[in-house]
DNA sequence: TCTGGGGTCCTAGGACCC
DNA sequence: TCTGGGGTCCTAGGACCC
């Protein structure tokens, strides 16, 4: 019998923000962006969700339904410094600690009595330290599962902690909507919805093949989720440290839709930029390069190629991002770009001689720009393309997009 | 309501190989 | 070659999470 605890920081983003300003407690707060940008909610204090705002809601639609609230930036660096703390308390109380996203965390607390007691007076204890040390209020839920545990800190919530005693799991989910299991969506909601089931309770009496017809393997872990097993879908049973990356993305919303070359040339020259040096950070070469477009209209495509060899340069995946884009690109007017990469490897693979120098001696140039990137800010160094964008002037440009064989340092501004 | 940006996982069809 | 069946890789799209 295992004991899981699931950490969960109430309105995090909005309570960072508190720490830095302490003059916004207790007002209505939204951070995403300005009331009239392109974007949506990324965090809303309590005072502004009970006029509706919530987050994933455009700001425009919060700004509707709460002008007086403040709106505020957000500031990611604030948010993975606190998380680290975060992390770093969660370390000082048990080893077996597993970050699931920024403001949340799975702990394995088996077997931990001895030491921190029985799992209610553990996460009291857990939740007191945290206020301690970082300022900031949780929720904690506490039960035999991972999943459980994440639906308990949920009801838990705010600034609450919330037992599930052995053997009570299937009965402590029956009577919640199906929604509250992680994994149930808007569109999986109404397609059971449309089968009369609407309570996790009504989905636990089922029959798993019923489920695993209708719905496939998807199903068949659903039907063990309504009964509080942790099996397949997004819950991997055991609690530990996340893997290495599966992909690697950046995408930008335009904040008025274009359809200028120069501009949207540019964009994919930062995007490629941004994705190879997140690469280069984590030691990994991507094989797949993937492209995405978004019109005015919202219609939305993705076109990958996979290349011979894996790649973590610059001008190799934005030749790659440049040719799916002139290829697929109908001209009219863009709203969204994306560049995306995957199909890791550790290592970059069949390459001949000739390629490898030049490839060395890129690697080389390249972690020199990221160094510098660190010292003075991200836009100190770029490609010509990125460059041009940044500045509007025109630059000579390496028509192929490529290496070359006399190794180019990459401009610096 | 006029819809971000970063991810994970799943499905399904077609190519290709044995 | 009219034909089969499995395995793997690639590509596109979509649901979902924070």
């Not at 402590?172 to 309570?199: D, H, Q």
């Not at 063990?224 to 879908?233: F, L, T, Y």
């Amino acid at each position: 019998m295992r004991t899981i605890f699931h950490v969960d920081m109430d309105a995090f983003f909005v309570s960072v923000e508190e720490l830095f300003d302490p003059s916004l407690k207790g007002k209505p707060v939204v951070v995403g962006g300005r009331p009239d940008a392109r974007g949506v909610v990324s965090a809303a204090s309590y005072a502004a969700r009970k006029f509706g705002v919530h987050s994933a809601m455009p700001l425009r639609t919060a700004y509707k339904l709460c002008p007086q609230a403040i709106f505020l930036d957000g500031h990611p660096h604030r948010y993975r410094e606190c998380s680290e703390k975060v992390h770093e308390t969660l370390l000082s109380f048990t080893p077996t600690v597993e970050m699931a996203s920024i403001d949340e965390a799975y702990l394995d607390m088996t077997g931990t009595e001895r030491l921190h007691g029985p799992p209610f007076l553990a996460a009291h204890k857990l939740h007191e330290r945290i206020r301690e040390r970082t300022n900031l209020n949780c929720s904690i839920g506490v039960s035999t599962a991972k999943l459980v545990s994440k639906v308990s800190s949920d009801q838990a919530k705010p600034n609450g902690v919330l037992w599930v005693l052995p053997g009570n799991e299937a009965r402590f989910l029956a009577p919640l909507e199906v929604r509250r299991i992680p994994g149930v969506g808007k569109v999986t909601e109404e397609n059971l919805r449309k089968l009369g089931i609407r309570k996790v309770g009504d989905l636990a009496r089922l029959d798993d093949g019923f489920l695993e017809e209708r719905f496939g393997k998807w199903g068949l872990a659903l039907a063990g989720k309504s009964r509080g097993q942790d099996a397949g879908g997004w819950f991997d049973s055991a609690v530990g440290g996340r893997a290495v990356p599966k992909s690697i993305s950046h995408e930008h919303t335009f904040g008025n839709d274009t359809a200028d070359a120069g501009t949207l040339h540019s964009t994919l020259s930062r995007l490629s930029e941004m994705v190879c040096r997140r690469l280069r950070e984590h030691g990994l070469w991507a094989r797949t390069v993937q492209l995405k477009l978004r019109y005015s209209d919202f219609s939305t495509f993705t076109r990958a190629h996979t290349l011979d060899h894996a790649s973590r340069i610059d001008t190799e995946v934005l030749a790659e991002a440049r040719n799916l884009f002139d290829r697929n690109w109908t001209g009219k007017p863009v709203r969204l770009l994306g560049v995306h990469v995957g199909n890791f490897t550790e290592a970059e693979g069949q390459m001949s001689l000739l390629d490898q120098g030049s490839s060395d001696r890129w690697s080389k140039a390249l972690d020199a720009a990221d160094r510098l990137r660190d010292k003075y800010g991200e836009s100190a160094v770029g490609l010509a393309g990125g460059l041009r964008g940044r500045f509007q002037e025109r630059v000579h440009e390496n028509p192929a997009g490529l290496p070359g064989k006399r190794p180019r340092k990459p401009a610096t501004s």
